[in-house]
Structures are given as structure tokens and as C-alpha cells.
T-cell receptor, first 112, second 114 residues
Framework: GDSVTQMEGPVTLSEEAFLTINCTYT??????LFWYVQYPGEGLQLLLK?????DKGSNKGFEATYRKETTSFHLEKGSVQVSDSAVYFC???????????FGGGTRLMVKP | NAGVTQTPKFRVLKTGQSMTLLCAQD?????MYWYRQDPGMGLRLIHY???????AKGEVPDGYNVSRLKKQNFLLGLESAAPSQTSVYFC?????????????FGQGTRLTVV
């Protein structure tokens, strides 16, 4: 079945450090890929997405590139802020499917 | 999280008790989902609905029932709560099943079964 694997956290960084959160997937078809963010005490919010190979999603300084050859969608940010502290979820959805499949989530903690 | 309201936000149940979680939306979206979130396991789909009067099983449906009598509401029921159902429950909605539009999530319901 379809699945998403993320690096386990927590990831602890100092402010202005470079961030990478790895995400790889397996899918029977051609998925769209998503990153969702969950701030403390809140539900999930869409951060960025990519719908086909080599697409780059970007938002709020975060980027992720859909790499079909490595089945990956790694999340990156050049300079993190304390306000980026949250849990980040990688997810996929088959284009003809109804459901999002989520990874286990990665908690990011950014220290001043 | 605008447009998706979950009630209650917190609940403690004793083993064997029953309860219903309500998800209400004001965005007129067709699809509604119930997920549970457990540490290290991400979100797992319990049940979902593609429209009023329809429901379908997700990845972990056992021990739960759902109903979608009105388009704007999606109810999740636990008939006989078990400690394994201690979790945070999220409702999500999405427009148009074949599009790649984003899903909108409620703020969650934290349920503890003792």
C-alpha cells in the first residue's frame, strides 16, 4: 500500500540554522505530495504542495522538490525562526484517490 | 482552521462509556474525514464521507461508527470506549474529490479513556 516515511524527531536547531526534514514515499500510482504543519494546540495547516515530478512547492521560506527518481519530498528552509517550532507532516494523495496518507510527523524545536 | 469546528475539545471517558464527536463545517465541502493522531504514527484515517448520506471505512475503523445525515456535519461515535482509543481526533474537509485542493482541519479533540 501507499506509505510515507519521515525522519524521526525531535529536530532541535538554533535560530537561523538550516533545516532539512526528510520525507520518502511509496505509492502505487502518481501521487501529489504535501507538507502540513501543526502548531501547538492547533489542527494541521497546508504548508506547501507539489503535484508532479520536478515541481517545487514553496511557502513562508520553506521549499520542497518532488523527486520521482528518489521518491522523495524533503522539506528545507534556509534560516529557521523560533516561530517555526511545530510538528511537520509529509503526506501524499493519489490523483484519483480520496484520501491523504500521512507520515509520522517530525517535531521541530527552534531555540533562540 | 476556519470553517471546521470540532466539539468537544477535551473529554475523559471511562472504559465502556459511549460518546459522539461532532465535526461541523461551513465551507460546503463534499468530503469529510475523521483521523486519529498518535505519537510517532502520524494521522491515521478512521472513516470518511464523500457526501451527505454516505460513509466509508478508512485505515483504522474498528470500534468507531460515523454518520453524515447532513452535509455540514460528520459525527464520530464510540459505542464502548477502550483505553486504546485514547488519542487526539481530527476532522478534515476537502472540496471536490478529484482535485488536489488542500484539506482543512479542525483544532482537534483530545480524548482520554481511563
Amino acid at each position: 500500500g501507499d506509505s510515507v516515511t519521515q525522519m524521526e524527531g525531535p529536530v532541535t536547531l538554533s535560530e537561523e540554522a538550516f533545516l532539512t526534514i526528510n520525507c520518502t514515499y511509496t505509492a502505487t500510482g502518481y501521487p501529489s505530495l504535501f507538507w502540513y504543519v501543526q502548531y501547538p494546540g492547533e489542527g494541521l495547516q497546508l504548508l506547501l504542495k507539489a503535484t508532479k515530478a520536478d515541481d517545487k512547492g514553496s511557502n513562508k521560506g520553506f521549499e520542497a522538490t518532488y523527486r520521482k527518481e528518489t521518491t522523495s519530498f524533503h522539506l528545507e528552509k534556509g534560516s529557521v525562526q523560533v516561530s517555526d517550532s511545530a510538528v511537520y507532516f509529509c503526506a501524499l494523495k493519489l490523483n484519483a484517490g480520496n484520501m491523504l496518507t500521512f507520515g509520522g510527523g517530525t517535531r521541530l524545536m527552534v531555540k533562540p | 482552521n476556519a470553517g471546521v469546528t470540532q466539539t468537544p475539545k477535551f473529554r475523559v471517558l471511562k472504559t465502556g462509556q459511549s460518546m459522539t464527536l461532532l465535526c461541523a463545517q461551513d465551507m460546503n465541502h463534499e468530503y469529510m474525514y475523521w483521523y486519529r493522531q498518535d505519537p510517532g504514527m502520524g494521522l491515521r484515517l478512521i472513516h470518511y464521507s464523500v457526501g451527505e448520506g454516505t460513509t466509508a471505512k478508512g485505515e483504522v475503523p474498528d470500534g468507531y461508527n460515523v454518520s453524515r445525515l447532513k452535509k455540514q456535519n460528520f459525527l464520530l461515535g464510540l459505542e464502548s470506549a477502550a483505553p486504546s482509543q485514547t488519542s487526539v481526533y481530527f476532522c478534515a474537509i476537502r472540496d471536490r474529490p478529484t482535485s488536489n485542493t488542500e484539506a482543512f482541519f479542525g483544532q482537534g479533540t483530545r480524548l482520554t479513556v481511563v
